[in-house]
């Protein structure tokens, strides 16, 4: 995969268009927030989040589906089970995944991050191909955005602490920081 720094998008990914995001105020990308995904809650493979970041999922399909059709959110990107990489927006645009959020006294983290979704639940371990494509895909974020430091690579529940768990514990930090620490020498 490789990034295009004036366009902001992927090459060698799937792109899945998300009308659900708008410019970035200040241009700048800072941040990298890792999130989980599944709809329903556990349940695998759907194409529901696909549907869900494009506007098109059906309330009456599941009963949890009710609550969230309506709500317009995004992130921009989706990392499947298998390592399936999915781009909905463009890195030089603001996804709409974090939400009431704040890093380091800094409010409205949509503003300056990028967001990457990892289909999965707090408590169930996350594969080893999403693993390998989460650590490819920063690689390539940091390439383009140097500011992504690894001490700028947080999960959702870093910036929105007692509203949000996720990537949640099941979630292997010290892998990821490793494994990146270990590529930049």
């Known amino acids: 995969m490789r990034l295009d720094p004036s366009s902001g998008w992927c090459e060698g990914v799937e792109h899945c268009p998300s009308p659900n995001f708008n410019q970035r105020p200040l241009g700048e990308v800072s941040l990298l927030v890792i999130h989980n995904i599944s709809l329903p809650p556990g349940q695998f493979g759907t194409g529901k989040v696909q549907a869900f970041f494009q506007n098109h999922l059906d309330s009456n ?30 890195c030089n645009e603001r996804a709409w995944h974090a939400g009431q959020s704040c890093f380091e006294g800094r409010d409205n983290c949509n503003d300056f991050s990028v967001g990457i979704e990892l289909e999965g639940t707090d408590d169930v371990p996350f594969t080893e191909p999403q693993y390998v494509a989460l650590i490819a895909l920063t690689r390539e974020l940091q390439a383009v955005y140097p500011a992504i430091t690894l001490e700028r690579i947080c999960g959702h529940s870093d910036i929105a602490p007692g509203r949000k768990t996720d990537p949640g514990p099941a979630f292997d930090w010290s892998r990821v920081r490793m494994t990146l620490v270990k590529e930049a020498k």
């Open 61 to 90: 399909e599941h009963p949890y589906f009710a609550g969230i059709a309506s709500m317009t959110v995004s992130a921009h990107f989706l990392i499947e089970r298998g390592g399936g990489v999915t781009q909905f927006v463009s």
